[in-house]
């Protein structure tokens, strides 16, 4: 069984100050690995993905994430928080082999200071 | 990026009535649809997998008879919950991905459904 865990329900953040949002995953096979966002009242938007190559992978707004594979972790990283970035972010894992499912963790709600 | 529709955005029935939800891909074709609960403060819930033209796959727990999927097309797939009960009140979101091994997921903006 795949799964995936974010151990911070919140993380706070002054604007201008980098941050990090924490994801580690356990799936059989590869992992396929993927950042998503959610703004109140919005849908969830993709931010990223890891899928093969570069262990760091650029998306959407500033956001980066390294996929670490002894680790098992990919977190999501910006080097300057803007007040805007302020949402609920989930991380979500799908097996490179066969099935389609992709398993999302919990979801970290993050808040910049201003 | 690519956009996916949900209507109706929120939808108020009498206990024991059916909904039906369509989610549509406006700008590319989904190949795959799935179909997920939220939970206030909770993650989605992933109730079923749905391939255009074949049966969903639902998740265990999920009762097929319950929660209907049809993927007609590559651009519409829709969710109708029958009988519906006060249990059943909860935010369905819909998301597609496109051909061509992209594997990343495109959601619509969610159904809020209160059954009363």
């Known amino acids: 069984a795949q799964s995936v865990a974010q151990p911070e329900d919140q993380v706070n953040v002054a604007e201008g100050n980098p941050l990090t949002v924490k994801c580690t995953y356990s799936v059989s096979g590869n992992p396929y690995l993927f950042w998503y966002v959610q703004y109140p009242n919005r849908g969830l938007q993709f931010l990223l993905k890891y899928i093969t190559g570069d262990n760091l992978v650029k998306g959407s707004y500033g956001f980066e994430a390294e996929f670490n594979k002894s680790q098992t972790s990919f977190h999501l990283k910006k080097p300057s928080a803007l007040v805007s970035d302020s949402a609920l972010y989930f991380c979500?894992?799908?097996?490179?082999?066969?099935?389609?499912?992709?398993?999302f963790g919990t979801g970290t709600k993050l808040q910049v200071i201003p | 990026g690519a956009v996916v529709s949900q209507h109706p955005s929120w939808v108020i029935c009498k206990s024991g009535t059916s909904v039906k939800i369509e989610c549509r891909s406006l700008?590319?074709?989904?190949?795959?649809m799935f179909w997920y609960r939220q939970f206030p403060k909770q993650s989605l819930m992933l109730m079923a997998t749905?391939?255009?033209?074949?049966?969903?796959?639902?998740e265990q727990g999920v009762e097929k008879d319950k929660f209907l999927i049809n993927h007609a097309s590559l651009t519409l797939s829709t969710l109708t919950v029958t009988s519906a009960h006060p249990e059943d009140s909860s935010f369905y979101i819909c998301s597609g991905v496109g051909a061509g091994g992209t594997y990343e997921q495109y959601f619509g903006p969610g159904t809020r459904l209160t059954v009363t």
């Open positions: 979500a894992v799908r097996d490179s082999r066969g099935y389609q499912k992709v398993t």
């Open positions: 749905s391939n255009e033209g074949s049966k969903a796959t639902y």
């Open positions: 700008d590319f074709q989904a190949t795959t």
